[in-house]
């Protein structure tokens, strides 16, 4: 909470664990591209229905941001909760283009409403001088999911009949987020009891536009936005790359990725906050271009595996600092609105990346050339950086006049 130097509260722990479970719900879906083959769904609708669900999220976010806040917050979270279960139950169920449709709409409903809901309350709880390692060990609740369930699921795909009785089966999974917000529901009136009104109440209109100006705050949006555009391609991609290419272990591709990002992001908080973030930022990107050239060229197990690394390097430095140097330059009763805007970010990238991607590779082009394109993207990244670069140790005002 602002103010105060403990980062790991009680609250913050429960926020973390509540995320983890609601993340893994989501996990389950990086095979969805070709789940969507197997069920009959026709080649042009595969990328549209893969890029819905974010693609509702993207849409609603801009609603849900100036009406999430810390009172509503938990209320919120369980509503959403709820709905995910009961979406996750009908994938199986619904096998028609016309019902996925509105299936990933109210997916993407939900899951925004739960994420917003969640990044509005955990920032009350991450003091300034730590949203490094604050934001290192959000991002692990977010990607143990994605080392753990990838490869579950490929496990399991040998015992059902597709991956529909999975996301039946990871329902279970949001029991325990459920009550894990009963308990931090009782104990948020205490918690937020010696909080400013201003930093907890629903933000103005008027606020939010003013925000918007600072462009310090649009230039991390945009690198926000490319980041996940690539993430998002290697995360719906990466797996039928591999199959065009006979490599077998995808599963331990997002697996070791991830763990790597996991260790990094735990090793990181000790100095994520001693060092100057955009440095760090740009180093990363700067390894992160040859990193997708290279992709497009893996071939065989082995390789894969170096390559997992090599990029889990690279992400695991740059998500966390990304939201913390968002943090770091927000005004206080912002910082929940912008955490959220980098999430509208978020949503855009992974809904252009499957829609863009897929007719890409419906026209004939390979996933070579989609690993490529976003090597351009985090090359653009990199200039804008340099722009941020100027703009950081500015006032909002003053950076304006520097554009």
Not at 166 to 172: E, G, H, K, L, N
Request: glycine share 8%; hydrophobic share 55%; with cysteine.
């Amino acid at each position: 909470m602002d103010g105060r130097d403990k980062l790991f509260s009680i609250e913050f722990i429960l926020l973390n664990l509540v995320i983890f479970f609601s993340f893994c719900n989501m996990a389950v879906f990086y095979s969805f591209f070709d789940y969507l083959a197997r069920i009959g769904i026709a080649a042009h609708w595969r990328g549209f229905l893969v890029g819905l669900e974010p693609m509702s999220a993207f849409v609603l976010r801009l609603g849900a941001v100036p009406l999430l806040h810390a009172k509503n917050a938990v209320g919120a979270m369980i509503a959403a909760l709820c709905a995910i279960m009961i979406v996750l139950c009908s994938y199986g169920r619904v096998v028609s283009v016309e019902g996925l449709i509105v299936l990933r709409i109210i997916h993407g409903a939900a899951f925004v409403l739960l994420v917003s809901a969640a990044m509005a309350l955990v920032v009350h709880f991450i003091p300034k001088g730590k949203s490094g390692q604050g934001f290192g060990f959000i991002s692990v609740s977010v990607l143990v999911p994605y080392a753990l369930m990838p490869l579950a699921t490929e496990w399991l795909k040998g015992y059902v009949q597709n991956e529909a009785t999975i996301y039946r089966a990871v329902t279970i999974l949001a029991i325990p987020a459920l009550v894990l917000l009963v308990v931090l529901q009782k104990r948020l009136k205490t918690a937020l009891g010696k909080v400013e009104g201003v930093l907890v109440r629903r933000p103005q209109m008027d606020e939010i536009r003013n925000n918007l100006k600072d462009p310090r705050i649009c230039i991390l949006l945009g690198v926000n936005l490319f980041v996940y555009i690539c993430y998002a391609t290697v995360f719906y991609f990466m797996k039928g790359y591999a199959t065009a290419n006979s490599i077998t272990e995808v599963g331990w591709f997002f697996t070791i990725a991830t763990l790597v990002m996991i260790a990094l992001r735990l090793a990181g908080g000790l100095f994520f906050d001693r060092f100057d973030k955009t440095r760090l930022i740009e180093s990363a990107m700067f390894l992160l271009v040859p990193c997708f050239l290279l992709l497009g060229h893996t071939s065989g197990n082995s390789m894969l595996y170096l390559m997992a690394c090599y990029y889990g390097l690279c992400i695991g430095f740059i998500m966390p600092l990304l939201n913390a140097l968002l943090f770091d330059v927000s005004r206080p009763e912002l910082r929940g609105v912008n955490v959220n805007l980098a999430l509208f970010a978020m949503d855009a990238g992974f809904f252009l990346s499957p829609w863009l991607g897929g007719r890409l590779i419906a026209g004939g082009r390979s996933f070579a050339f989609l690993f490529s394109l976003c090597g351009g993207f985090i090359f653009i990244n990199l200039m804008l950086l340099l722009v941020f670069g100027r703009l950081k140790s500015t006032s909002p005002a003053k950076a304006l006049e520097q554009v």
